[in-house]
């Protein structure tokens, strides 16, 4: 087990979660995008029926559409103010994820020489453990010849 183990795990519970944020950093600038065209359609939707009033000479109040265009443009500002901070948010967010990938990407290429390194150690010592051991069978054999 690399000493980076741990480090790896957590900073992958990071990643994770700022991708999550990040996830939901779309769906909502999605939402308030859905809201604006539904806004539009319905205001599209009432012009249609005044234009269609206005043909069937009906006698319609004016300030009623006046009232209502003047509301569906206070929305509509509202909801753009709402999506101009959805999109900051998600850049941000998007910018705190992509950093926490950039950092476990950094934490996973030190466990992977790490756990290289520790490898090559205990390679080496078994090695060295078998040389050992081959050195004192040969001594043993030598004093066996000797006495």
Known sequence: MSRFDRLVGLRRLREEAAALRFSES???LREADNRLQRLAEETEQVRQEAVTAVRENDRLPVNRYEDFYRGQRVRE???QRDRQESVKGMELARQVW???????RQVEKLAEKDDARLFEEQKRNQLK???EAGTVRYQFRDMEYEG
């Open 26 to 28: 779309v769906a909502r």
């Open 77 to 79: 500002f509202h909801l």
């Open 98 to 104: 992509q950093e926490a990938r950039t950092q476990l």
């Open 129 to 131: 453990a078998i040389d």
